[in-house]
């Protein structure tokens, strides 16, 4: 790694080397794929209206869901805000499954409840539509890991966007108290919604804003950084330390959201530049190559792969129907634990539990 690939706040920084096994080294390139195809089909079918309402893509931003699932264990728990495909899957939902859901249909993550902000996975606890909502809901699950005496963590994820919430302070301070093992992550792609970082926080030093936490910036276009950084967090997180800040610099290619063009408070010169000089997936490649790992033809077949999977994700999700009207009520309560109502829009709409 280069010398501004960490920088420290109270903490040293991670070795700047690290060892990998040629599959896991070929797995991170396949998955940054996975996930780039997988945000393409996205947009492409929220542009023929296959999708509706809100909807983040994470297009430049792949190396820091594939880096982080890399680093830690499958009994770890993730939750993130609404950008939330690529941890989606990296969590372990299918292409098919995420693809169905931002379509709304009964065949997706969330049974075509959720849509792209609220999707689901094994010790993944979403796609939070709130902002910064997520993070103290992040404090919590570590509390819970640690009352139970787990040896594991939970990454909480939120964009600079979200750094300057109350809310996000209120959990750096109850995480500090009980040292819970929770590691904070900022993805700060430079814009929260078309708002420049330096224009809404008086401090853009996101990793040094936990104060009293130890904090670590990551060059967040580097999947290895992120897998190194993660790690040395994760490591130091469930043996007792508590809590840790990363801020993952990165960027995103498209707006903030599908209705967002993404160039009035940027320039098209400026998102062509980072393309051009630090993607995720091309850096990668490269260093592969450069290294011997994969030739690339090797390369090559992979990216046909991953665009043949997701195609046929796509085509599949495209077949599935919504959910019945019926279905709206269910799942709002555990079986059994519903209350005797609830209130539709009008009296009308006001639907009964446990009726026969």
Wanted: aromatic share 10%; charged share 25%.
């Amino acid at each position: 790694f280069c010398d501004k690939t960490f920088e420290g706040y109270n903490i040293d920084i991670p070795s700047r080397s690290m060892t990998l096994t040629k599959e896991d080294a070929i797995a991170m390139y396949r998955e940054m794929q996975m996930v780039r195809r997988l945000e393409m089909a996205a947009d492409s079918s929220y542009k023929h209206k296959l999708i509706r309402g809100f909807c983040h893509l994470c297009t430049g931003q792949e190396a820091v869901p594939v880096g982080l699932e890399g680093a830690i264990a499958k009994e770890d728990a993730v939750i993130t805000a609404y950008r939330c495909h690529g941890f989606t899957y990296m969590r372990g939902a299918s292409p098919f499954g995420i693809l169905a859901e931002l379509m709304g249909r009964k065949e997706g993550v969330s049974k075509g409840k959720g849509g792209s902000m609220h999707m689901y996975a094994p010790n993944f606890y979403g796609g939070n539509g709130i902002v910064g909502a997520q993070v103290p809901l992040g404090a919590g699950i570590a509390f819970a890991q640690k009352y139970k005496d787990e040896k594991t963590c939970t990454v909480a994820l939120y964009g600079d966007g979200a750094a300057n919430q109350g809310q996000v302070f209120e959990a750096y301070n109850m995480a500090k108290l009980w040292d819970l093992p929770v590691i904070f992550v900022c993805e700060n792609n430079k814009y929260g919604m078309g708002t420049a970082a330096g224009r809404a926080a008086a401090n853009t030093d996101y990793y040094t804003r936990g104060q009293y936490i130890p904090g670590l910036r990551v060059n967040g276009m580097d999947v290895l950084a992120v897998r190194q950084a993660v790690a040395y967090a994760r490591e130091y997180a469930i043996n007792g330390n508590g809590p840790m800040v990363l801020e993952m610099k990165t960027y995103r290619y498209g707006g903030h959201s599908m209705s967002d063009p993404g160039t009035t408070y940027r320039t098209r010169e400026e998102i062509q530049h980072m393309r051009s000089t630090s993607d995720p997936i091309t850096g990668y490649k490269h260093r592969l190559l450069e290294a011997g790992v994969m030739t690339e033809e090797d390369i090559k077949a992979i990216d046909k792969q991953a665009k043949k999977i997701i195609d046929e994700a796509l085509a599949k999700a495209k077949a599935v129907p919504e959910p019945d009207a019926a279905e709206l009520w269910d799942d709002v309560y555990a079986k059994g634990s519903e209350v005797p109502y609830l209130r539709g829009r009008v009296p009308e709409e006001t639907h009964y539990y446990n009726v026969d």
